[in-house]
């Protein structure tokens, strides 16, 4: 997919907030007024990120309403991916192992990460499928 842009990104936080959205609704969010300039803004942040496949509108519907068309782990997931193939060749373990090491844990967050661990892989050491993570 392609990549959203500051004011796409703060649109669609938007969206995931209140889960479906009129153009003025979102309007008046992101920029405190539903004027016809502010609401012809958003609708064309819109168009643009329906055209990338991020949000989705119901027609159906009066006022149209928008609703995103991927999650926030599902975007989160699409980033890290990205992050990966263009810094570690693709691997998601040296990106996982920065953040830790990096934003330092406090023990309630590393217990929480443990557990998560031990939820997805419960009988293995090495990871989904056998594989090692030590790539």
């Known amino acids: 997919m392609e990549n959203l842009t500051q004011a796409e990104m703060a649109l669609l936080r938007e969206i995931w907030r209140c889960e479906a959205a009129t153009v003025r609704q979102l309007a008046e969010a992101i920029y405190g007024s539903s004027v016809d300039s502010k609401t012809a803004a958003v609708l064309k942040l819109l168009q643009r990120m329906m055209a990338k496949g991020y949000v989705d509108c119901r027609r159906s519907e009066r006022p149209h309403v928008y609703v995103a068309a991927i999650t926030q782990e599902q975007y ?60």
């Not at 406090?106 to 443990?114: A, D, F, G, P, T």
């Open 76 to 135: 989160l997931k699409l980033q890290l991916q990205e992050l990966a193939d263009l810094h570690c060749d693709g691997k998601l373990a040296p990106l996982a192992t920065t953040l830790v090491q990096t934003k330092g844990f406090n023990q309630r967050q590393r217990r929480q990460l443990r557990d998560l661990i031990d939820r997805l892989w419960p009988n293995d050491d090495d990871g989904p499928n056998g594989a090692t993570g030590h790539d």
